[in-house]
Nanobody, 126 residues
């Protein structure tokens, strides 16, 4: 059983920064891609960023140039550095683990991820 625990959310003013962390346990972390998704009230859960086992990354257009995903396999942790935050970034942020190991591409649909964290709230005030 895989467990994912997010941390680092909070309240920040527009233009500020936050770094989210997601600590994993339960299987070989380095073999699987990891993703960050977010869900705002009344909206669907959407892909934010992903990083595969080979450190290839992909981002939603809305966060390109502002967010950076990274991973530390020794610590079994994935990070999301969020800069130049905007009020529209307000959401609950979830980390997720890919269902398939050693995938060559970063998958961006939620149905390709089979383990999820509990979420961490990010609120950006204007």
């Amino acid at each position: 059983q895989v467990q994912l625990v997010e941390s680092g959310g909070g309240l920040v003013q527009a233009g500020g920064s936050l770094r989210l962390s997601c600590a994993a346990s339960g299987r070989t972390f380095s073999s699987y891609a990891m993703g960050w998704f977010r869900q705002a009230p009344g909206k669907e859960r959407e892909f934010v960023a992903g990083i595969n086992w080979d450190a290839n990354t992909d981002y939603a257009d809305s966060v390109k140039g502002r967010f950076t995903i990274s991973r530390d396999n020794a610590k079994k942790t994935v990070y999301l550095q969020m800069n130049s935050l905007k009020p529209e970034d307000t959401a609950v942020y979830y980390c997720a683990s890919d269902a398939s190991p050693f995938r060559r591409v970063v998958v961006t649909t939620r149905y390709d991820y089979n383990y999820w964290g509990q979420g961490t709230q990010v609120t950006v005030s204007s």
